[in-house]
């Protein structure tokens, strides 16, 4: 049996590595989908719909070239969660998302990685606007969304399954507040 390769340019910070998703990484996706640590992102879930999302989460790249990275920690290839850009199929836009497992948390990786990911959008993609789909419940999601600068955008279209998110907006480095549409 093959596989295909993710062939991704890994982005790097002081203390990550944002790499592409590889097969040994499923093992702590699926343990953190199991925990109730997971409800924020669609979870908890069994074991086979784990699988689904791991899967979907290598095919949208395949699908679209772009993604959701598996954060690590410079030295290290364990899985300290993921962060990347997500856009379904029915999602009015794409978006920045972060899912940070136990062990990574309180130590300002997420903001870390998400700050990768959206000056790669932004400088490398080229995008003109991004956001975050955030549950009201989640006020750690919240909190690192405007710690990355972004603001609320209550006139922004919801996804079909989440008519009830917030929407929050990250601010284009061109000070225009990255209020047009998605290029």
Request: a negative charge; charged letters at 20%.
């Amino acid at each position: 049996m093959s596989s295909i390769p993710l062939d991704i340019a890994p982005l790097v910070t002081d203390r990550l590595v944002l790499r592409a998703p590889v097969a040994a990484d499923y093992p702590a996706f699926r343990d953190f989908y199991a925990s109730d640590r997971s409800q924020f992102t669609g979870g908890p879930l069994d074991e086979r719909l784990a699988w689904r999302g791991f899967s979907a989460l290598l095919g949208h790249w395949l699908i679209h070239g772009f993604g959701l990275r598996t954060v690590t920690e410079k030295g290290s290839d364990t899985p300290l969660g993921y962060v990347g850009v997500w856009y379904p199929g029915t999602w009015p836009e794409p978006e920045i998302g972060w899912t940070l497992y136990p062990a990574a948390e309180g130590r300002g990786l997420g903001h870390e990685a998400a700050s990768a990911v959206r000056d790669h959008v932004f400088a490398t993609l080229g995008w003109a606007t991004v956001v975050s789909y955030i549950l009201p419940q989640n006020a750690r999601s919240i909190a690192l969304a405007e710690r990355l600068g972004a603001l609320r955008d209550d006139a922004a279209t919801r996804p079909p399954h989440a008519p009830d998110c917030l929407v929050y907006r990250h601010p284009h480095p061109a000070g225009d507040g990255g209020m047009e549409a998605y290029a």
